[in-house]
């Protein structure tokens, strides 16, 4: 059992590829979209994931999260089950400071959307800002990947 604690922004530029130290692929699905209860089936690279994520407090920072590591042909399996609308990025790894930002590259219904996202120990930790972020949209649910494949970003 863990609570995740992640803040969300916008990403103003394409700067952020200069800087990471890592990218990979990732797609995912959502076997059940309940604010309550996500279930997500990831896959990432040639690794499955099966997520389930609780409910957001109320100011969006934190929520439960249990993952498992399943295998590629599971995950691959599960993603046919999938409600409709199939999440395709791209992720890229930044450090900054002591921390590393996950920005995610959109394609498919949600091309043109770049999101950055940092864990953190607590809900006041500072973190150093890169030039690149934009907005922050933490606790704002339309930019929830779980949102985001139902209510894609090329029909806001």
């Known amino acids: 059992m863990n609570i995740e604690i992640e803040r969300k922004f916008l990403v103003n530029s394409n700067r952020f590829k ?3 130290y890592k990218s990979y692929s990732i797609k995912q699905g959502f076997l059940n979209r309940d604010p ?7 896959l990432k690279n040639n690794r499955g994931i099966l997520t389930v994520k ?5 100011d969006g ?17 599960l993603l046919l089950l999938c409600e409709k609308g199939i999440i395709d990025k ?4 930044i450090k900054s400071g002591n921390h590393i930002f996950e920005v995610d ?6 091309e043109g959307l770049i999101i950055a996202e ?10 150093e800002k890169p030039s690149w ?8 649910t339309k930019y929830y990947n779980s949102a985001l494949s139902k209510n894609p970003y090329k029909d806001w």
């Open 133 to 140: 972020l934009g907005e922050e949209v933490t606790g704002d």
């Open 118 to 127: 940092i864990e953190l120990e607590s809900t006041n930790e500072s973190f």
């Open 61 to 77: 920072l934190s929520r439960f999260e249990w993952e498992k590591e399943i295998s590629k042909d599971d995950a691959t399996a």
């Open 18 to 20: 200069t800087e990471a």
């Open 36 to 42: 309550q209860r996500t279930v997500r089936v990831r």
């Open 105 to 110: 590259e959109f394609y498919g219904n949600n």
């Open 90 to 93: 791209t992720r890229y790894e």
């Open 54 to 58: 609780g409910k957001s407090t109320d």
